[in-house]
Structure formats: structure tokens, C-alpha cells
Nanobody, 118 residues
Framework: VQLQASGGGLVQAGGSLTLSCAAS????????MGWFRQAPGQEREFLAR????????WYSDAVKGRFTISRDNAKNTVYLQMNTLKPEDTAVYYC????????????WGQGTLVTVSS
């Protein structure tokens, strides 16, 4: 499975951005999907996860209420809508796919940079 993340860019604090992650697979519904980020000098951080059907979602406390994960199984794509962005949200954002629904991600995208200016 290849994952292609896109949608990053420069945005002002308080603004919004939506990331997309397209998966090249015929079995997209076999994967739970997640979003992570990594800021310079910091460890990778879990942000959000969505189950195979899209009905179940989980968020980290850092983004709960501001970010929304969704998926379109017909388009093999998972999204991360980010609202009320803060400078501390600046990071490279990654999508990932979990084939066993156990929280261990088998495949990772290449990352897309989000920069939030103050």
C-alpha cells in the first residue's frame, strides 16, 4: 500500500487546513487509518484514528475538538480537517494504515508540512 499525503502549507494562527491521504490499494476498507505529526526535535505524535467503516474515531487530547478525521472509501482517501490552528501545530503530518486494527501501523505516507504562523 502506498500512501500519498497532501494539503499542507502555510496558514495563519486561527486558520484552517484540510489534509488528504490517498491510498493506492484495492482493499482500502481493510485498513484503519491514522494521522500523526512530528515537529522538529520532537517524537512522532498520534493525532487521530478512524476505523475501517468510518464510524469509529479516536483523537488525542491535543487536537480533540479542533481536528476531525474522516474517510471516503469510494475514493480510497482519508482526511484530516484542522481548525483553529496554533503555531504549536507546526509539524510534518503523516498518514498511516493499520491492517490488523490493533494500533500498529504497517504503512506510512511521506508526510506533508504544515506551518502555522503567529
Amino acid at each position: 500500500v502506498q500512501l500519498q499525503a497532501s494539503g499542507g502549507g502555510l496558514v495563519q494562527a486561527g486558520g484552517s487546513l484540510t489534509l488528504s491521504c490517498a491510498a493506492s490499494t484495492d482493499t482500502f476498507t481493510s485498513y484503519s487509518m491514522g494521522w500523526f505529526r512530528q515537529a522538529p526535535g520532537q517524537e512522532r505524535e498520534f493525532l487521530a484514528r478512524i476505523g475501517r467503516s468510518g464510524n469509529n474515531k479516536w483523537y488525542s487530547d491535543a487536537v480533540k475538538g479542533r481536528f476531525t478525521i474522516s474517510r471516503d472509501n469510494a475514493k480510497n482517501t482519508v482526511y484530516l480537517q484542522m481548525n483553529t490552528l496554533k503555531p504549536e501545530d507546526t509539524a510534518v503530518y503523516y498518514c498511516a494504515a493499520d491492517s490488523r486494527a490493533g494500533g500498529v501501523y504497517d504503512y506510512w505516507g511521506q508526510g506533508t508540512l504544515v506551518t502555522v504562523s503567529s
